[in-house]
């Protein structure tokens, strides 16, 4: 079993239509938890964290997460074609240290 | 916002050569900071992480004769590809955080490494 997991997708949504992007982890351990989006041949920039139990809202974009289902995912709201892209979903341990593990990135395509 | 630096952002090197790649926190100390590899297509695999003035830490399956690290300051990692075969190509990203802040760590832009 994958530490990450993730549907690698891609996923297709129209503009303006809600993006829906799930991942879960296995080490029940894990503290803290990261949406990344990674355009082609560019390195990982941070969406979103979240450390909580809940929703976290940050302009168009949700995260929420579920310990006790070892669940998180990330809403995007008014999907624009810009938000085509790669997104990861990574997972950091109990110590904190920036130590992260990825999941395989989910292809989000936004059609106009 | 905190900033990591990486450089070459890419470099074609000839199959058997040694390859390094500097990692550098710009406005933060880093005694720590973590070397990714990415292929096409697939995620950031973890490779080591990279401990300020001790050894540093490989992940399972990955060389470390190969793949020599060095964090000689808290601001510069190094990583040498060494005897580099084309099947080192990928993308290699570091990133380092900042132990100032509560958040994510910082990547630096990657280098794309090209054996041929």
């Known amino acids: 079993q994958k530490e990450v997991e993730q549907n690698s997708g891609p996923l297709s949504v129209p503009e303006g239509a809600i993006a829906s992007l799930n991942c879960t982890y296995s080490?029940?351990?894990?503290?803290?938890f990261f949406w990344y989006r990674q355009y082609s041949g560019k390195s990982p920039e941070l969406i979103m964290f979240?450390?909580?139990?809940g929703d976290k809202e940050d302009g168009r974009f949700t995260a929420q997460l579920n310990k006790a289902s070892q669940y998180v995912s990330l809403l995007i709201r008014d999907s624009q074609p810009s938000d085509s892209a790669t997104y990861l979903c990574a997972v950091g341990g109990s110590s904190n240290t920036g130590k992260l593990i990825f999941g395989q990135g989910t292809t989000l395509q936004v059609k106009p | 916002g905190a900033v990591v630096s990486q450089h070459p952002s890419w470099v074609i090197c000839k199959s058997g050569t040694s390859v390094k790649i500097e990692c550098r926190s710009l406005?933060?100390?880093?005694?720590?900071m973590f070397w990714y590899r990415q292929f096409p297509k697939q995620s950031l695999m973890l490779m080591a992480t990279?401990?300020?003035?001790?050894?540093?830490?490989?992940e399972q399956g990955v060389e470390k004769d190969k793949f020599l690290i060095n964090h000689a300051s808290l601001t510069l990692s190094t990583l040498t590809v060494t005897s580099a075969h084309p099947e080192d190509s990928s993308f290699y990203i570091c990133s380092a955080r900042d132990p100032g802040s509560s958040t994510e760590a910082f990547f630096g832009q990657g280098t794309r490494l090209t054996v041929v």
């Open positions: 406005d933060f100390q880093a005694t720590t």
């Open positions: 080490d029940r351990g894990s503290q803290s």
């Open positions: 990279s401990n300020e003035g001790s050894k540093a830490t490989y």
């Open positions: 979240i450390y909580s139990n």
